[in-house]
């Protein structure tokens, strides 16, 4: 697919790109989906912008919330598209400073930058059609993979609230998620991988394990 292609543009530095979706009339976006009112279309991964992110070298800057969307802003997850364990994520919400005036933006963010993981059903067709939307601002002309059920949109939230860090080996052999602040050491395919370094954006395991600490000398 076009945007296995297009995550590779995605690289330290790089802009994320942004999807404006029309608003249309005042309030003709907010009624419910089909034509009996409540109707329920689908299932939904909400979160909220974290109040403040870590970010830079080692984390040391603190930023309010994102670049795009003002912290605390509600935003629509869609499940992850591509094989990095859904570290970087769609999602859709209103843009900062609009007030919901010019429709909804569609983007790129990393998920550390997300807060308050929960599910919620879809009624309004500008969520949906902000959703379902192909993804022409990556170089796809594919429709984003949704939730497909409710009890995957819900494990999925429970497991990135309990697991928020994302974490690789230092050889590159896997990535996956762990607690905040990580384990000293973790398993993978019978292996046990060592803490070698973590900070606010990741934590780093190797099969090196760790120098042994020096005898107190008293």
């Known amino acids: 697919m076009a945007i296995i292609t297009a995550r590779a543009g995605l ?9 404006r979706l029309p608003g249309g009339l005042a309030g003709a976006d907010d009624g419910p989906v089909g034509d009996r009112a409540g109707q329920l ?24 919330g994102a670049r795009h969307f003002a912290a605390g802003a509600k935003v629509w997850v869609l499940p992850p598209q591509w094989g990095d364990g859904g570290h970087q994520l769609i999602v859709a919400g209103h843009h900062r400073g609009t007030r919901g005036r010019r429709g ?14 929960r599910v919620q059903g879809v009624y309004s067709p500008a969520v949906i059609r902000a959703l379902t939307r192909p993804l022409t601002e990556l170089g796809s002309d594919h429709a984003p993979r ?10 999925t939230a429970a497991a990135w609230r309990a697991l928020p860090l994302a974490a690789h080996a230092d ?8 607690a ?11 292996r046990t991988w060592y803490l070698a370094h973590f900070n606010a ?18």
Do not use: K
């Open 11 to 19: 690289g330290r530095g790089a802009r994320r790109p942004v999807s």
């Open 41 to 64: 279309a689908a299932f939904c991964v909400v979160a909220n912008v974290a109040e403040e992110t870590a970010s830079g070298e080692g984390g040391l800057e603190v930023r309010t």
């Open 104 to 117: 909804l933006a569609r983007m790129v963010m990393p998920r550390r930058r997300l807060t308050g993981f």
């Open 146 to 155: 949704l939730w497909a059920t409710r009890r995957e949109a819900e494990d």
């Open 171 to 178: 050889d590159g052999s896997f990535t996956t998620v762990v």
């Open 180 to 190: 905040d602040p990580p384990p000293l050491q973790i398993t993978r395919e019978g």
């Open 201 to 218: 954006h990741r934590a780093v395991y190797s099969a090196r394990r760790p120098p042994a600490e020096p005898p107190d000398a008293g």
